[in-house]
Structure formats: structure tokens, C-alpha cells
């Protein structure tokens, strides 16, 4: 079924487990993805992002995810991940999706605060929920498409201002994880998530979930993470299922893919203590 981010949200943050939030960019993944949450009947945040408009328009997103989530008893909201132009938020609200991400987390705060309420006075009007962002999580990735490499951690006091002035639903933090593949150990910043828990008191997000540790994620479900975004453990375990079957046709190939990545969100939903 088809809703917004907002109950499953608030019931992870207040029991200490997170729901996974893997982005999609065709059929195959979201269809992947929406028979797993089925499988175990555990909510999901299917995600689409606006760098991913070169492989699906926001029409074609829309419609995939909304067909899968309505057709399945799990719980499925349909997010847009990374929003940052203001016509592509606007579009995805209109085509239907229940949850949307702003992300000004690279303007100073007072036009992230300014963007985000902008986005939030919208999207609640039409009982959507708002995700912004503040800090900024990096990538170690040549030519990914999160321009600034190096993280920006979240500080405390400007993320109780942004929340405070702003509405927002949920607020996705820097801590120490990475877009895309790590070079080296991740190293999360528990101790800022216990500050940024105690002062914000709504449902934190992590972006860049991908190898960020099991251990790593597992805590940070316990201490106040309600939302893991993860992406390239997906596109990863497809390739590397591939390279080791090799498939001998087009079909095949996508069915191996697509096995890959149900076994990559069975493993999620485990660590991040959403299913037991």
C-alpha cells in the first residue's frame, strides 16, 4: 500500500530500528525491492533520485513506484531523493509521490532554512512529507554526482534552527558515512548522532548507508537513524551476480540481477533491525 513516510518514520525512531530507503532507476528495481518488503510485510521507502532523471523521467517513477506499492499489503512510500530544483520537487509532488527530499545543504544555513520551508509550506499542503538536509555527505568517487567530496558534519545548533524554523519532517545528517563505495574504514561519529538525537527529537536519516558496516548501521538505527538510504551495494551485488553466472541472454541476465539485489535488502532489513 501507498503512504506517507510520516507513522513508519516516527514508530522507527521511537522503537530503535531504521527502514531501508534503496533507490530504484528502472522497473526491475523497484519491482526487486517491493516483493522483498512484501516478502517480509516490513515497511519500505522506495527512492528516486533527481540525478537518476537521466534513466527515468518523474512521470515514469512515479508510475513504477506507485504500481508496485499498491500492489503489495507492506507499507511503501514513494520518495524523491536529493530534490534540489524546485520545478522537479514540485513535479513529483503533483505525479504523486508521498515524500519528497530538499537538499540545500550546500547554501549557507538561512537559505536552507529558506528553501526548505518553501518546501515544506508546499508539500504539506498536499499531505506530503518534507526530508531536508543539513551538514553534507561527501563521496570518495570520481565522477559521482555529489559534487563536494569531502563531508561537512552536521553541527548541532544549526540543525536545531533549521529544524525549529522550518517544520521539517525528518532531517538527513553527516555523521561519517559516504556516497557511494568507501576507500578505506568508515568511521561514524556516535557521539554526534546522541547530540543531534537528544536536541532534534524527529526521525534522523543517513545517506550513503552503503558499506558503512553492519555494526555501524545497526547502532545507528538504535540511536535515533529511522531511514538508511542505500544505492550502490545494489548496482554492486547486480554486476557482480552477473560476472559470476554469466548469463547467456538478456533475460537471464535481468533475473540475475535482480535476485543480487533482493538478497542485498533481505540483508538490510536484518541489520537495520526492521524485520527480525
Not at 50 to 65: K, T, W, Y
Not at 148 to 172: C, F, H, R
Not at 203 to 214: F, T, W
Request: proline content about 3%; charged content about 25%.
Amino acid at each position: 500500500m501507498l503512504v506517507t513516510t510520516k507513522d513508519m518514520l516516527d514508530r522507527a525512531f521511537a522503537e530503535g530500528y531504521a527502514i531501508p530507503s534503496p533507490d530504484y532507476v528502472d522497473s526491475n528495481s523497484v519491482r526487486a525491492y517491493a516483493q522483498v518488503a512484501g516478502e517480509f510485510h516490513a515497511p519500505l521507502i522506495l527512492s528516486f533520485a533527481e540525478v537518476h532523471l537521466e534513466q527515468l523521467s518523474i512521470e515514469e517513477a512515479a508510475l513504477l513506484g506507485t504500481f508496485y506499492a499498491e500492489r503489495t499489503d507492506a507499507p511503501i512510500a514513494l520518495h524523491l531523493d536529493h530534490g534540489v530544483h524546485m520545478e522537479v520537487i514540485e513535479e513529483a509532488i503533483a505525479r504523486g509521490f508521498t515524500s519528497v527530499m530538499i537538499d540545500a545543504s550546500s547554501e549557507d544555513l538561512s537559505e536552507n532554512i529558506r528553501l526548505t520551508k518553501a518546501v515544506v509550506d508546499l508539500a504539506h499542503a498536499h499531505g506530503v512529507t518534507v526530508e531536508a538536509e543539513i551538514g553534507h555527505v561527501g563521496t570518495e568517487e570520481e565522477g559521482n554526482p555529489h559534487a563536494l567530496s569531502e563531508n561537512v558534519y552536521t553541527e548541532v545548533a544549526a540543525a536545531k534552527e533549521l529544524v525549529d524554523a522550518t517544520g521539517v519532517d525528518s532531517l538527513a545528517v553527516s555523521i561519517g558515512t559516504k556516497h557511494g563505495a568507501y576507500k578505506g574504514e568508515p568511521h561514524i561519529n556516535s557521539e554526534r548522532l546522541a547530540e543531534l538525537k537528544a536536541a532534534l527529537d524527529i526521525p534522523l536519516v543517513l545517506h550513503g548507508g552503503s558499506g558503512s558496516g553492519d555494526d555501524n548501521l545497526a547502532r545507528c538505527a538504535q540511536g535515533g537513524v529511522a531511514k538508511v538510504n542505500l544505492y550502490t551495494d545494489f548496482i554492486v551485488a547486480a554486476r557482480d551476480a552477473v560476472y559470476e553466472q554469466h548469463p547467456d541472454n538478456w533475460v537471464k541476465l535481468l533475473n540475475v540481477g535482480d535476485e543480487a539485489m533482493k538478497r542485498v535488502l533481505r540483508h538490510y532489513y536484518r541489520v537495520l533491525r526492521c524485520v527480525g
